[in-house]
């Protein structure tokens, strides 16, 4: 009897007033850690200012906001999750990661937006699916009203992420090639990991290194799955 939604701001809305109608056990509204912007401080807790610095991720703040909302104004029984940076097999090659992975093996310029510095805090999919099956099971008077990150705590800048990936692949640092950077990037994003330890016993056990190797993996065996979706990498570099 539980729920998990992810979708835009009217999208949000439907989904809270149907279960004012019609209740169920727990909603899990599934955030993003994009919408509290550039880190303020670090490691970014759950109180920490909400800035989004695009459209996608206001749209993100204000399905959040939205179900805090619905959670003090109806007492609907929700939880706001905000991962972060996830990655893993079967990702979208518009993401950065599978990004940096298909273009190396095309032996194409893996692009990178501005210098590279800005850093992010990864999450194996994995991990944020033991996160979610572990929050379905938490004692319902902990987690009921709160709003959590999942993250590892650890920030890892793109153009690390890039040198790994090749470094992995075995290919030339030469491939990375420099672009403008995207409008509205973040420059830092890393998670504070206290509260999901302590309302569902929850941290992350894939680290970077074994989660890219994974991810590398797949993507290296299923090249008629990503193939069909080349041309986003095509419009990406034009």
């Not at 990702?91 to 501005?114: C, R, W, Y």
């Not at 850093?119 to 099971?137: F, G, N, P, Q």
């Not at 509260?195 to 970077?208: A, E, M, P, V």
């Not at 993507?219 to 034009?238: F, G």
Request: some cysteine; hydrophobic content about 40%.
């Amino acid at each position: 009897n539980s729920i998990f939604f992810e979708t835009d701001v009217f999208g949000t809305q439907v989904i809270a007033n149907a279960i004012v109608s019609h209740p169920v056990e727990l909603f899990i509204h599934i955030s993003s850690s994009e919408v509290y912007g550039t880190a303020m401080r670090a490691p970014m807790d759950e109180d920490h200012p909400l800035n989004p610095m695009s459209p996608y991720a206001a749209a993100k703040a204000g399905a959040d906001r939205l179900v805090y909302s619905y959670i003090h104004t109806y007492k609907i029984p929700a939880v706001i999750v905000r991962p972060f940076n996830n990655y893993g097999p079967f990702q979208h090659i518009e993401k950065a990661i599978p990004n940096f992975i298909v273009s190396a093996l095309m032996d194409e310029p893996v692009t990178i937006h501005g210098r590279g510095q800005s850093s992010r805090d990864w999450l194996y999919v994995t991990d944020t699916c033991e996160a979610l099956d572990l929050l379905m099971h938490a004692e319902r008077e902990k987690v009921l009203g709160a709003t959590v990150n999942l993250g590892s705590g650890i920030d890892t800048t793109v153009l690390d992420i890039a040198e790994k990936i090749l470094k992995l692949l075995g290919k030339p640092a030469d491939l990375i090639k420099f672009t403008d950077d995207r409008p509205g990037q973040v420059d830092r994003h890393i998670s504070s990991v206290d509260k999901s330890r302590s309302l569902f016993n929850w941290k992350s056990s894939i680290g970077l290194e074994d989660g890219l190797a994974k991810t590398v993996e797949f993507y290296k065996r299923n090249k008629v799955w990503w193939e069909k979706n080349l041309w986003i990498i095509t419009l990406d570099m034009a």
